[in-house]
């Protein structure tokens, strides 16, 4: 069993840069690939990024590569998402899941999610 919270979320200008991070709870946070999406209002959640357990593979979705990086400290149970060059599109919802497999960019994939934290970027 996997709890997460995510925090780091708030309003920023486009251009601007946020760090958002996932807490996780649970002894065998190491074992799971995690990701993060995001979900905009009346839209379906979409995959943003994702890392293995050992942090050295990651996978991201074309609107975001180059401005975004994520990123884990197993020792901490932590999963960030470092955002650069912010655009208003990046608004959303962005949650944090702990995956099944490898690797996962639909939502069915994974297993655990946080309750989620609100990205809004102002034009």
């Known amino acids: 069993q996997v709890q997460l919270v995510e925090s780091g979320g708030g309003l920023v200008q486009a251009g601007g840069s946020l760090r958002l991070s996932c807490a996780a709870s649970?002894?065998?946070?190491?074992?799971?690939?995690m990701g993060w999406f995001r979900q905009a209002p009346g839209k379906e959640r979409e995959f943003v990024a994702a890392?293995?357990?050992?942090?050295?593979?990651?996978y991201y979705a074309d609107s975001v590569k180059g401005r975004f990086t994520i990123s884990r400290d197993n020792a901490k149970k932590t999963v960030y998402l470092q955002m650069n060059s912010l655009k208003p599109e990046d608004t959303a919802v962005y949650y944090c899941g702990a995956s099944q497999t490898w690797l996962g960019v639909t939502p069915e994939r994974y297993l655990y999610w946080g309750q989620g934290t609100q990205v809004t970027v102002s034009s």
């Open positions: 890392i293995r357990w050992s942090g050295g593979n990651t």
């Open positions: 649970g002894r065998t946070f190491s074992n799971y690939p």
